[in-house]
């Protein structure tokens, strides 16, 4: 008869704890997740500053408890203070794995776990932000040391990797096809809440570009391409749904946006009604200049049955596919924009059978909430 396995845990339900860094970023992205855990029968924690979503994490049957960790800040001495604050608070939980949600949730959680000596971890990198996107010599060195450290004291033989477009995968040094390496279609979205509406009638062809209002997101490019189809006889309109971060040292000033705000193009500010937003609209727009993960807005307007218009960097190259659910173009290239949205205003047709080949996209391309909780709860079951 063979031995039976002894069980650390004495027989108790398994503790699952994510680390991220904002409440409303768990709230707008993980909920499905989360259930799928709690239904799964783990014991789930959020570990998070918390402002304004502890009802919505509670909902789920998780509990949220509070770190505060500045997400801007980038004072060494900040983030070991909250790496051991979070260290104390796994121990406390009897953690079991660790779920590290975002860069910042990587280096923090990742350190507090080692402290807490916890080596069941998953890393769940996000996009990289600003250290993506810089080009510069600056963000090459940050991008090898941000591999060194991840690759290096950080990983034990029982992490395992969550990536939202093989880019990011690769910058770390991993295969995608690694059995630790895990791709997932972002967050994931439900078609069915994210269903298609009648598209409206052209003219004029109307673009959304729904995100917080950052450099980085190419705000300025959307603004500028219009303006040049504009300039060039071509009936568009840009509304620009999203606010101002005052965390992020990128946004773009309220005042910027409100001069931005004439000749075709509206900020509306933040909106609650995405679905409204992308229901009024025949396109999305999101023009980013790198960083990301897996955009969620064009997981959603995809959804919405919405052709997209974004640009070949990491994540956004990864969903869309050029020619057939939308256009991809350079990035910081509002000129190349101008082409694109010139040619979906000229082709109504164009515009319905790229949204309609989009929604396809995420129905059977794995960008399921479903999809993505799935694989995520293979790993755990391989772990626990």
């Given amino acids: 008869m063979a031995a039976q396995e002894h069980d650390p845990t004495g027989g108790r339900t398994r503790t699952i704890a994510y680390v991220v860094t904002e409440d409303w970023f768990f709230a707008s992205h993980f909920l499905p997740m989360a259930r799928a855990a709690v239904a799964a029968g783990y014991s789930v924690a959020v570990v998070t500053r918390v402002r304004a979503h502890r009802a919505a994490i509670e ?44 860069l910042r949730g990587i280096l923090i959680g990742g350190t507090a776990a080692a402290m807490a000596g916890i080596p069941r971890r998953v890393y769940a990198l996000t996009g990289l932000g600003l250290i993506g996107a810089r080009q510069d010599r600056a ?19 029982r992490t395992r990797y969550l990536f939202e477009n093989p880019d990011d995968a690769a910058l770390l040094g991993l295969d995608p096809a690694e059995a630790r390496v895990t791709m997932v279609g972002g967050a994931g979205v439900d078609p069915a ?27 300025d490019t959307a603004v500028e391409a219009v303006r040049i189809a504009r ?18 040292r990128r946004t773009v000033p309220e005042a910027t946006l409100r001069e931005m705000a004439r000749d075709g193009v509206a900020w509306t500010g933040a909106t609650a009604d995405v679905a409204g937003a992308y229901a009024a609209c025949h396109a999305a727009c999101l023009p980013s200049r790198g ?17 997209l218009l974004t640009t070949d960097v990491p994540g956004c190259r990864t969903l869309v596919r050029d020619g057939l659910d939308g256009r991809v173009v ?11 949205i010139a040619a979906l205003a000229a082709d109504p047709d164009l515009v319905a059978r790229m949204g309609a080949s989009a929604r396809q996209r995420i129905l059977e391309g794995g960008f399921t909430e479903a999809a993505v909780a799935a694989a995520v709860m293979r790993i755990y079951a391989e772990l626990l």
Avoid: F
Avoid at 139 to 157: F, N, S
Avoid at 330 to 340: N, S, V
């Fill in 330 to 340: 350079p990035p910081g290239d509002p000129g190349a924009l101008a082409d694109a």
């Fill in 139 to 157: 963000g090459r060195l940050a991008r090898t040391g941000l591999r060194h450290l991840v690759r290096g004291p950080l990983e034990t033989a």
């Fill in 59 to 102: 909902a789920t049957g998780a509990r949220v408890v509070a770190l505060e960790a500045e997400r801007s800040s980038l004072n060494p001495m900040g983030a070991g203070y909250a790496a051991g604050q979070l260290a104390a608070i796994l121990k406390a939980l009897k953690a079991d794995l660790v779920h590290c949600i975002a």
């Fill in 291 to 307: 960083g990301e993960g897996l955009p969620r807005a064009l997981l959603e307007a995809a959804a919405c049955g919405r052709a």
């Fill in 231 to 248: 300039g060039r006889g071509v009936a568009v309109e840009l509304a620009l749904h999203g606010a101002p971060d005052p965390s992020n």
């Fill in 193 to 219: 809440a994210w269903a298609p509406a009648p598209l409206p009638g052209q003219p004029p062809l109307r673009l959304a570009l729904v995100a917080r209002m950052l450099w980085s997101k190419g705000i």
